[in-house]
């Protein structure tokens, strides 16, 4: 994986810029140091680092506006950050470029129960939205598994996910209203706190834009009543197919649950011995399904949910009796990266989508391609929704398996697509998938998507070197390459 | 001379708009015209028919996914979704009857890319958050695509989103892909009488901060609710509250018993079971208050924050003459104007102005629509954006030209 090459004339004006950006972010808002950009170096996807030419901290919109105007200006490169716990390499810093963290901005400006939503400034994070009105009885709904630490702006970037997402919806499902920095430094306001927009969907377009399109400086989230109860079923299932059909029967009968995860046998394994959930460890495949609402639509769905394990071959299943005991069932998964993380030096997660349908199938071929690599792997699944986390093992510290758990980690991606699925359900193209969409797109495809980073970006300083394998300059992109000449379409029925 | 030109392969469409194109000529989108009345008419010399691209050609109820020809009928999706019990949970509108036309017309790929919603936009999203994936053919002549037949991706920018919406304005799309999801079990609805409007989204408000999962919240005047085909609502004599709860039974009859509890200080209430609440969610939706024959009242539709649409809409409609009726829980406002001069137009945009959100004039004579804005103005910035998104795809601005603004 290459990134573009940096542009020593912008490295050798590094002491003017950090004067020029002082002017705008007074204090310790400027960051030169080294030790002090270490930090910075690298986000969630850690085999990749560079030290970004300086990290600038800003705390209002007219400072984003102003620090972005003076870079647009000086042709100066601008990574947007958050919390860096992209698994991408979304805000991977550029040598010749700034970081623009949003660390600062951690203001709850507004919670309006009467509208349903908040709006927050982009540095707060996802879990920090819920806790701020978790005593009224509300919460916001996508839970990514790093709701502790990322943000509602890298959430923004991302369109992140989280277990309930199934039923409740992704990031772009309960976003109602953002504010823009763009690229020239204006500021753009989007939706409000209204439904859908007067004209393009221009905060659908931003959602998922990967820091690509502009700096999020405000946001307004939707939010949800928190349902009364909730209780999780802990199965245990024979093999990964029988697992895969009892979630297709849940779906069959009509019921969404709250949650649908599986993992195959090395995750139960690996998260039963870090936590103790009291997993069952003689199954192949564990599945939690977690039913939320009334207490009477609870224990009804349960009953059914049960029913449907049963007839699909179950050879375990326990129904939480208490918050304390579902806690516990999610505990294993909630903890399964770090618990991989303990039987294994280093561990590359992926996350492909895939029809569910073909679940059988690419784990049997994810084995086949384990043998030959010579690398474990584990599985844990967003059943419901067919998105995928294979958890790749190595020893960064050996020499070449680094290389070859990217190598497993493309090929496993690569089947994704081929049973009809695609690259990134949650994380994001980022640099790590950036030179794989050729196999998802063709080159009119990836064109036309350059074309709407052109709209916003056109010199392409917003975080490039991300997302697109090639980066085609803006002037060659808008050329309309079709000439005058006769109707060309003889044998199109006309009328 | 005007031609209707109807493409049967890909390549027919590439070079149709190839040509058009190098021409410069524009081009109308249609797919079964149900919605030629809706937008800034245009004068495109050529009409290009979408309907030939029709049928199912993958419908797997499990996963969650439908993929069909953009022309495909919406009424034979209904059809294969129901076999299944599943749905659009959008639940689009049929505004056939509201615009004078037959009901039960339009394609899928029409109510995509006019991003219709009905009342479950509060809780399930409009077409845009259903919306997978697409394959078309830009005002480049160049076929691409977007998203895929995966309910969980976000590979690349979420081209589905601008799709939705874009009233043919970017592309002219082939095949479609879309999120389906199990219909109801059950469905009921609580009715609350004779609240006036800030009253009645008042309790729809505290109908939806409960953890009571409502999937419509609507407030009907009594003028409106005298004409409902429900006999519970037309012989009310009053206005009247409506809060649909849907799911397994058990959990439908206690939220429902529980709701009218909490909601006994607004008035009187009522429950309405599965078939009522059918029909009368189906007259919120298609806007059958203002659709009856002989109805020319101008029609607009305002999408406003929840709180400010019953005062916003009682404001207006004594400076207007109008009637409304309120949907999405005070969010979304159904107002219909004498038509007369410009159907209201100054009045609803400086209010919209005011509140935030935006109005669409849904139903007015074409000179109407030519003369005042249809889709509400957008400041400079956006409008900017919006511009260049349309050069982006479509740089000689040949499809449905105008449509929604001027110059995109
Ligand atoms: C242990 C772990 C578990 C995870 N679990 C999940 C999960 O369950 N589901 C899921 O979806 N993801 C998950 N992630 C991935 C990650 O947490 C999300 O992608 C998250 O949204 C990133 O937020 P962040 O604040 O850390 O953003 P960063 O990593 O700082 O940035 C991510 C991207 O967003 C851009 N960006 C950040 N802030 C802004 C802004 N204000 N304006 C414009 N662009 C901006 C950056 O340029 C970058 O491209 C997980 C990560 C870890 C480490």
């Known amino acids: 994986m290459e990134m573009p090459k940096p542009d020593d004339g912008v490295i050798a004006r590094r002491r003017e810029i950090a004067t020029a950006l002082r002017e705008i972010v007074p204090g310790e808002g400027v960051i030169v140091d080294e030790d002090a950009l270490r930090p910075y170096e690298s986000d969630g996807l850690t085999a990749y680092k560079t030290l970004p030419l300086i990290v600038v901290l800003p705390e209002t919109t007219e400072q984003v506006s102003q620090v972005l105007r003076y870079c647009h200006e000086n042709a100066i490169k601008v990574v947007p950050r958050g919390a860096g716990t992209s698994l991408s390499g979304g805000a991977l810093p550029l040598a010749d470029g700034i970081i623009l963290g949003l660390g600062k901005f951690k203001k709850i400006l507004e919670i309006d129960y009467d509208n349903r939503c908040a709006v927050v400034q982009p540095g707060v994070t996802n879990l920090g939205i819920t806790d701020a009105v978790r005593d009224d009885g509300f919460y916001y709904a996508p839970d990514p598994s790093s709701q502790i630490a990322c943000t509602i702006g890298g ?72 349902p009364e109860t909730a209780r999780a079923v802990l199965v245990g299932f024979p093999s990964n197919e029988a697992a895969g059909e009892c979630v297709a029967g849940v779906i069959g009968a009509g019921i969404i649950p709250g949650g649908m995860e599986m993992m195959d046998k090395p995750a139960i394994a690996a998260a039963e011995a870090f936590v103790e959930a009291g997993y069952p460890l003689d199954v192949e495949a564990l599945l939690i399904v977690e039913l939320d609402g009334p207490e009477v639509e609870v224990d009804y769905l349960i009953d059914r949910v049960e ?43 992926m996350d492909g989508t895939i029809p569910r349908s073909q679940l059988p199938k690419v784990l049997t071929r994810m084995t086949e391609l384990s043998n030959e690599f010579g690398l474990r792997v584990a599985n844990v699944f967003h059943a419901g929704d067919g998105n995928l986390h294979p958890l790749i093992l190595y020893d960064a510290n050996e020499p070449g398996e680094l290389e070859k758990a990217e190598e497993f980690g493309a090929e496993i991606l690569k089947l994704c697509v081929e049973v009809g699925g695609v690259l990134t359900g949650e994380h994001g193209v980022g640099v790590e998938k950036r030179d794989l969409m050729g196999t998802m797109f063709t080159e009119d495809d990836l064109n036309q998507q350059q074309r709407v980073k052109c709209v916003f970006d056109p010199d392409s300083l917003l975080n490039p070197g991300k997302v697109f394998p090639e980066l085609h300059r803006c002037a060659e992109l808008g050329r309309v390459h079709i000439k005058r000449g006769e109707m060309r379409f003889p044998d199109l029925p006309r009328f | ?117 009905g009342p479950r936009r509060i809780k399930a999203g409009a077409a845009r ?90 407030w009907v005047p009594q003028t409106v609710a005298a004409h409902s085909n429900v006999g519970y609502v037309r012989e009310s004599g009053a206005s009247v509250a409506a809060i649909r709860i849907e799911g397994p039974g058990p959990s439908v009859e206690y939220r429902c018993a529980t709701l009218r509890d909490q909601l006994a200080p607004f008035g009187a209430t009522e429950e309405l079971h599965g078939h009522n609440s059918a029909a009368f969610w189906r007259e919120i939706r298609d806007v059958r208050p203002f ?80 003369a005042v804005p249809v889709f509400q103005p957008q400041d400079p910035g956006l409008a900017r954006l919006s511009q260049r998104l349309k050069e982006g795809f479509d740089p000689r601005g040949i499809l449905n030209p105008g449509r929604m603004y001027p110059g995109v």
Request: charged share 20%.
């Open chain 1, 155 to 226: 959430n923004i970037a991302e369109n992140s996910g989280g277990v309930h997402c199934l039923k409740y919806g992704l990031t772009t499902n309960n976003v109602l209203g953002l504010e823009i920095v763009m690229m020239d430094g204006e500021v753009v306001r989007i939706g409000g706190k209204h439904l859908d927009s007067e004209g393009y969907d221009m905060l659908g377009l931003l959602t998922g834009s990967e820091g690509l399109l502009g700096v999020v400086t405000e946001v307004t989230v939707r939010l949800l009543r928190a």
């Open chain 2, 129 to 218: 958050d259903h919306f997978l994936g697409f394959t078309a053919v830009s005002g480049r002549g160049e076929l691409f695509k977007s998203g895929g037949r995966v309910v969980k991706n976000v590979t690349g920018y979420d081209l589905c989103k601008v799709m939705a919406g874009s009233w043919g304005t970017l592309g002219a799309m082939m095949q479609v892909t879309v999120k389906v999801l199990p219909a109801a079990e059950k469905l009921r609805t609580v009715l609350v009488f004779g609240c006036d409007a800030v009253q009645g989204v008042a309790a729809l408000t505290q109908a939806l901060q409960t953890p009571y999962e409502v999937s419509a919240a609507a």
């Open chain 2, 291 to 370: 659709a009856e024959p002989g109805d020319t009242r101008v029609v607009w539709k305002l999408s406003v924050p929840p709180q400010s649409g019953a005062k916003l809409a009682t404001a207006l409609a004594a400076v207007v003459d109008g009637e409304f009726y309120v949907d999405w829980g005070g969010g979304l406002i159904w107002l219909a104007v004498p038509e007369a001069g410009t159907g209201g137009n100054e009045a609803v945009r400086a209010a919209v102005a005011e509140s935030g959100g935006h109005a669409t004039l849904i139903r007015a004579p074409a000179e109407l629509r030519s």
């Open chain 1, 307 to 349: 029913g449907i394990a049963k007839a699909n071959g179950a050879i375990s299943i326990r129904v939480s009796n208490s918050e304390e005991e579902r806690a516990r069932f999610w505990a294993g998964r909630k903890a399964a990266f770090p618990a991989i993380g303990r039987i294994s030096p280093d561990y590359y997660c």
């Open chain 2, 1 to 117: 001379m005007s031609t209707l030109l109807k493409p049967e392969t890909v390549d027919h469409v590439r070079d149709v708009v190839a040509w058009a194109a190098a021409e410069e000529t524009p081009l109308e989108l249609v797919g079964s015209g149900s919605k030629r009345s809706m937008g800034r008419p245009g004068n495109a010399a050529h009409t290009l028919d979408m309907s030939a691209f029709s049928g199912i050609s993958l419908y797997e109820a499990e996963e969650l996914v439908l993929s069909a020809g953009a022309g495909t009928p919406i009424a034979g999706i209904y059809a294969a979704l129901q076999e299944q019990q599943q749905e659009l949970a959008f639940e689009p509108p049929d505004y056939g009857p509201l615009l004078g036309l037959p009901e039960g017309a339009g394609t899928l790929g029409g109510v995509l890319a006019a991003n219709l919603a």
